[in-house]
Nanobody
Framework: VQLQASGGGSVQAGGSLRLTCAAS????????VAWFRQAPGKERELVAA???????TYADSVKGRFTISDDNAKNTMYLQMNSLKPEDTAVYYC?????????????????WGQGTEVTVSS
């Protein structure tokens, strides 16, 4: 599975961005996909995840502001980010797991895209 993330950029606080992750190669009919982020000097953390049954989970810091979704027919996943804050500044990575149940463990994600950078200025 190859993952390609896009959609990052620079916005002011309160603005919005939509990240896209396109999958190619071997794909799975049952899966969990997720967005992680890594800020400078910090560990990579889960932002949001979604399963093939549309079960979702979000980090507390983004609940109510970010929405994860996927289009199985297009092998594409999205992260709609609204009301962005400077603390959302990070490199965002999409990832995929062959686990069919929702997982927040970074070690469960076998496939990773390259990062896309998000910068939020105050």
């Amino acid at each position: 599975v190859q993952l390609q993330a896009s959609g990052g950029g620079s916005v002011q606080a309160g603005g919005s961005l939509r990240l896209t992750c396109a999958a190619s190669g071997r794909t799975f009919s049952k899966y969990t996909v997720a967005w992680f982020r890594q800020a400078p000097g910090k560990e990579r953390e889960l932002v949001a995840a979604i399963t093939w049954r549309s079960s979702t989970t979000y980090a507390d810091s983004v609940k109510g502001r970010f929405t994860i979704s996927d289009d199985n027919a297009k092998n594409t996943m999205y992260l709609q980010m609204n009301s962005l804050k400077p603390e959302d500044t990070a490199v965002y990575y999409c990832a995929a797991s062959s686990r069919v149940v929702l997982t927040t463990r970074i070690d469960d994600y076998n496939y990773w895209g390259q990062g896309t950078e998000v910068t939020v200025s105050s």
